[in-house]
T-cell receptor, first 111, second 114 residues
Framework: DQQVKQNSPSLSVQEGRISILNCDYT??????FLWYKKYPAEGPTFLIS?????DKNEDGRFTVFLNKSAKHLSLHIVPSQPGDSAVYFC??????????FGQGTILTVHP | DTGVSQDPRHKITKRGQNVTFRCDPI?????LYWYRQTLGQGPEFLTY????????KSRLLSDRFSAERPKGSFSTLEIQRTEQGDSAMYLC????????????FGEGSRLTVL
């Protein structure tokens, strides 16, 4: 039972362009959503989050959008940089911090 | 370095052997989590502690797995009678008691069962 899904295993974009990573969830109890970035041989690192009472949160080049009715969230990175190349995980939580992760999307940003 | 640390980083063992992983969380964090990640998948929740109390265990955590956090500080995850299907990255994370959603992960312990 995959409660958090990232349907695109990989995404390739040109440096300077926008990267859009998508995530869908099924559990209506989720009230907090996060994006993590993971480089090889490292643990996931927190990138940005959004509460279910908001529909947008922005932090520098990163913006997360939440559409509760569609149970969908997305991460926009603009402009994309080669250093953004990593695996991106969407995660969701139902009130007490235990996170449920998606399968991840490999982002490659070409110079 | 005051982040989450895990030891060992990589363990190779033969099927049937026991292995133990250790996690030292960020010192002021009172919640500690164990996750498992296999190739091509996201981290999967195994168990979590609030101080020394183990509050939840996933059904993924078979009876061959046991986790402890004896004094509410470091934690150990032991796998008995390892199987090849146990090969994975075992991730530890910690957080504050107050709900923020953000977990701080260690670099993981990679287990290879031959």
């Amino acid at each position: 039972d995959q409660q958090v899904k990232q349907n695109s295993p990989s995404l390739s974009v040109q440096e300077g362009r926008i990267s859009i990573l998508n995530c869908d969830y099924t559990n209506s109890m989720f009230d907090y959503f996060l994006w993590y970035k993971k480089y090889p041989a490292e643990g996931p690192t927190f990138l940005i989050s959004i509460s279910s009472i908001k529909d947008k949160n922005e932090d520098g080049r990163f913006t997360v959008f939440l559409n509760k009715s569609a149970k969908h969230l997305s991460l926009h990175i603009v402009p994309s940089q080669p250093g953004d190349s990593a695996v991106y995980f969407c995660a969701a939580s139902a009130s007490y911090g235990k996170l449920t992760f998606g399968q991840g999307t490999i982002l490659t940003v070409h110079p | 370095d005051t982040g989450v640390s895990q030891d060992p980083r990589h363990k190779i063992t033969k099927r049937g052997q026991n292995v133990t992983f250790r996690c030292d969380p960020i010192s002021e964090h009172n919640r500690l989590y164990w996750y498992r990640q296999t190739l091509g998948q996201g981290p999967e929740f195994l168990t979590y502690f609030q101080n020394e109390a183990q509050l939840e265990k996933s059904r993924l955590l078979s009876d061959r797995f046991s986790a402890e956090r004896p004094k509410g500080s470091f934690s150990t995850l032991e796998i008995q009678r390892t199987e090849q299907g146990d090969s994975a990255m075992y991730l530890c994370a910690s957080s504050f008691l107050e709900y923020t959603g953000e977990l701080f992960f260690g670099e993981g312990s990679r287990l290879t069962v031959l």
